[in-house]
């Protein structure tokens, strides 16, 4: 069982940056892929980026050279991703949720809120 909480949402102006953190509490959590996915109002829920377990990155096209995913690497019990967000626009509102995906089975977060206004 994976225990996911995230943090670090909120009301930021366009062009602002916001970082979102995901604490993971857990067993082997370095085998697991961390992913972030977002959904806006009406829409599906969407995949933003991936930190792979081996540590690469990928990420969406629509958030490529402005977000940026990491993780620490404290503890395999106890690991927290970010997703630092910078440049930020209107069409990046949503709530975003993190996700760690593994042969263990897959974790959800409860999802933050980030809104991008003026």
């Known amino acids: 069982q994976v225990q996911l909480v995230e943090s670090g949402g909120g009301l930021v102006q366009p062009g602002g940056s916001l970082r979102l953190s995901c604490a993971a509490s857990g067993r082997d959590l370095n085998t697991y892929n961390i992913n972030w996915y977002r959904q806006a109002p009406g829409n599906q829920r969407e995949f933003v980026a991936v930190f792979a377990s081996g540590g690469s990155t990928n990420y969406a096209e629509f958030v490529k050279g402005r977000f940026t995913v990491s993780r620490d690497n404290a503890e395999n019990a106890k690991i927290t991703s970010y997703l630092q967000m910078n440049n930020l626009k209107p069409e990046d509102t949503a709530v975003y949720y993190c996700?760690?995906?593994?042969?263990?089975?897959?974790?959800w977060g409860q999802g933050t809120q980030v809104t991008v206004s003026s």
């Open positions: 996700n760690f995906y593994g042969w263990r089975g897959t974790y």
